[in-house]
């Protein structure tokens, strides 16, 4: 029994044949035109699109911004204000304990502690007051701006 070997040279013709063939082929297979035409206007709206979304992104980023910013300086003029409102208490109690101290009778000391006690509890209320109304207009001025702005993103109308 005998075996025929392939050589080298006969393996390389055979390639050098399919090489040739498959150039020929290439080489006669054209692109239609409107395949190529599809094929831009495609990538061109592909391209759109993606500027689209990154611009709604950078919308949707800079009201997240703006809410947070809104948020975080209403939340620091709250802490303020109740940090000026305890100053403020503590000053009055100690005045009211001056005028205490300098009153002539008992009933001029529990005149004193009455008026203390009333002009506390208003200017105490007044300020909490002010701080509801502070925070609450932050809050909807915020959601007033998240809405226009995601209308935006959204391209719908704000309601």
């Known amino acids: 029994m005998t075996k ?7 393996e390389s013709t055979y390639f050098a044949s399919v090489q040739k063939a498959i150039e020929n082929v290439q080489g006669k297979i054209e692109v239609p035109a409107a395949a190529r035409d599809f094929v ?5 709206s592909a ?7 990154h611009t ?3 919308n949707a ?16 003029n709250f802490t303020r204000g109740l940090l000026d409102a305890t100053l403020a208490n503590v000053q009055h109690a100690l005045s009211t304990v001056e005028k205490v101290a300098g009153a002539q009778s008992l009933n001029e000391a529990v005149q004193i502690q009455a ?4 002009e506390n509890a ?4 007044d300020r909490v007051r002010n701080a509801a109304d502070t925070a609450k207009s932050v809050v909807t001025e915020g959601a007033k701006t998240a809405q226009v702005e995601f209308s ?3 391209g719908q109308k704000a309601a």
């Not at 025929?4 to 006969?10: D, M, N």
């Not at 008026?115 to 009333?118: A, K």
């Open 122 to 125: 208003r200017a105490n209320f």
């Open 152 to 154: 935006k993103l959204y």
């Open 61 to 76: 980023t800079t009201t997240v911004e703006k809410f947070a910013t809104s948020f975080v300086g209403g939340y620091a």
């Open 4 to 10: 025929t070997a392939k050589t080298p040279a006969a």
């Open 47 to 53: 391209k759109d699109r993606a500027e689209t979304v």
């Open 115 to 118: 008026d203390f006690v009333r």
């Open 56 to 58: 709604g992104a950078a």
């Open 40 to 44: 831009k206007r495609t990538a061109s």
